[in-house]
């Protein structure tokens, strides 16, 4: 191939992840990485590191992101995986329960019970095991029954044995992380390369049980009231990719809706992640996790084009840190030692709000909700087959009919446009958008001189999107930092936009002819 042909393939390719394309056809790791890496440029910041080095600590991303609560080291040692047994937390450091195959326990209650059932986290003899995931049978003697959220209250435990608990967590090698990423195409017969399972099992149980403890035991420490619905980690995409027709990726560990815990599930259905290696992220940038939780927010904001951001956090040589990607860049907070000083409160905060707070802490709009699997139908105030609602800034609603068009791009205007219907019934195309402030009223003003021309569209309404009583924008997040602290020199502050335009016309694609 000629250097010429070379630079337009690049081109093409690079268009279909940053502009308005839809991707035509396979990206392989290297490709995808290629092109993150151009969209990211100068779009970073990386708090402890470079310029990123001077931001102070009570100014981190994480800060914003994770709620703050009153808990102390004194109420992490009391973290137990069951109701006698050991602790999460001990001798400094968090640790895993590795159990033995033929322990018994008796089956709990459902999820939600009072707070007089206790926690057992011990697993059970001759039932089925309810992770999804493929691998437990190769894994039997670790994760045979290993505790789900179906049997996640388990009332009193009998052990047979008592359990080995000796084990502190382990860092994966940064090549567990990022393995088997090469695009397969649906239908083929090749066997993705199953990675050794190390701690993704154990995580999973170690945040379940955080989780449980604080939902019935600490709630008093969280300053919010506990979310209605309830989320649970997994890690059964840790050794099989989520579904994804150009892009085969593993979490480690990922948030999922419990509603649709036994349906299949997409990257529309993250929730958020968690990255796991033993590589330092501060020391070594461009590391597997950093491209992989690239990677995988990329996916969830392709697939969930209506959140105001993607949060995902990663552990890097027991280093936490948050990701925080939105639609002008990436901010990766300062890291927190997991083990020492008020690290575990930190990470215990963190799963509290990702697992128990309202959604908007993970990046939903209030002023709009896509309905998954579970709840497709259930509205009954929305119009029939509806496949989600939007609110304007004077509360009317309108049911989402179809997403007509998204975006693929990551750092850019992130544009999707709605069908949608008021409670008249009247169809209207809403344009949903994140524009740069010289342009904030550039379409609607041209919209407003173009009034009246047969077959243009006619502008019904417009409006910022307001977000805790302000017009939502990306620079509220950024507020903190100073062009002194900051490395994305490229940043663009974007402003959330809705455009109600009529008619509803169908897209080209859908055209049989010119």
């Not at 630079?7 to 035509?24: C, E, H, N, Q, R």
């Not at 033993?278 to 597997?288: E, G, M, V, Y």
């Not at 927010?297 to 280093?319: D, G, K």
């Not at 620079?475 to 936009?497: E, K, P, T, V």
């Amino acid at each position: 191939m000629s250097s010429r042909q070379s630079d337009i393939d690049k081109f093409l390719l690079y268009a279909t992840i940053s502009s308005v394309g839809v991707p035509s056809g396979p990206r392989t790791l290297d490709t995808t990485q290629a092109l993150l890496r151009q969209e990211l440029k100068n779009r970073l910041i990386h708090e402890g590191v470079g310029r990123g080095a001077r931001i102070p600590l009570e100014n981190s991303i994480f800060c914003n992101l994770v709620i703050k609560t009153t808990l102390q080291l004194s109420e992490i040692k009391t973290i137990q995986y069951d109701k006698t047994g050991p602790s999460a937390y001990s001798g400094e450091k968090w640790k895993f329960h590795h159990r033995r195959k033929g322990i018994k326990c008796t089956r709990g209650t459902k999820y939600g019970q009072d707070d007089s059932t206790e926690d057992s986290g011990t697993e059970h003899e001759d039932t089925e095991d309810d992770d999804t995931d493929g691998e437990d049978a190769e894994d039997d003697d670790m994760d045979n029954g290993d505790t789900d959220i179906d049997n996640a209250e388990i009332e009193g435990a009998v052990l047979g044995v008592e359990p080995s608990f000796d084990s502190v967590i382990h860092g994966q090698s940064e090549t567990e992380t990022w393995s088997s990423q090469e695009y397969q195409p649906s239908g083929s017969k090749k066997r993705h390369r199953q990675v050794p399972v190390t701690t993704e099992k154990e995580f999973q149980r170690l945040f379940y049980t955080i989780q449980y403890h604080l939902h019935h035991k600490l709630k008093h420490h969280l300053p919010f009231n506990i979310s209605a619905g309830s989320r649970y980690w997994s890690a059964e995409f840790s050794t099989s990719p989520i579904p994804d027709e150009y892009n085969c990726q593993k979490p480690d560990i990922a948030l999922f809706d419990f509603a649709i815990k036994n349906m299949g599930k997409t990257w529309a259905d993250v929730l958020s992640f968690m990255e796991h290696t033993s590589s330092d992220l501060a020391k070594k940038r461009d590391i597997p996790v950093f491209w992989g939780s690239m990677t995988k927010a990329y996916l969830m904001l392709r697939e969930q084009p209506w959140r105001r951001f993607v949060v995902e956090f990663s552990i890097c040589a027991n280093q936490l840190h948050a990701h925080y990607f939105d639609r002008s860049g990436l901010i990766i907070s300062h890291p927190f030692h997991i083990h020492q000083n008020m690290g575990p409160v930190r990470l215990t905060e963190m799963l509290s709000t990702l697992t128990l707070s309202d959604t908007h802490h993970l990046g939903f709009d209030p002023t709009i909700h896509m309905c998954n699997t579970a709840c497709t139908g259930t509205h009954s105030n929305l119009a029939p087959e509806a496949k989600g609602w939007v609110k304007d800034n004077h509360d009317k609603m309108y049911s989402i009919m179809e997403v007509l068009w998204k975006s693929h791009g990551l750092i850019c205007r992130g544009t999707v446009c709605y069908c949608v219907v008021d409670e008249a019934g009247n169809k209207y195309t809403l344009k949903d958008c994140w524009v740069t402030e010289e342009k904030r009223m550039h379409e609607t003003t041209i919209l407003q001189m173009v009034k009246g021309i047969p077959n243009v569209v006619e502008l019904v309404d417009h409006w910022d999107v307001y977000y805790k009583g302000e017009p939502d924008c990306t620079a509220c997040i950024r507020s903190q930092y100073n062009m002194g602290h900051r490395d994305d020199l490229m940043f663009r502050n974007r402003f959330h936009r809705r455009i109600l335009l009529s008619p509803c016309g169908e897209p080209l694609s859908k055209f049989s002819s010119r």
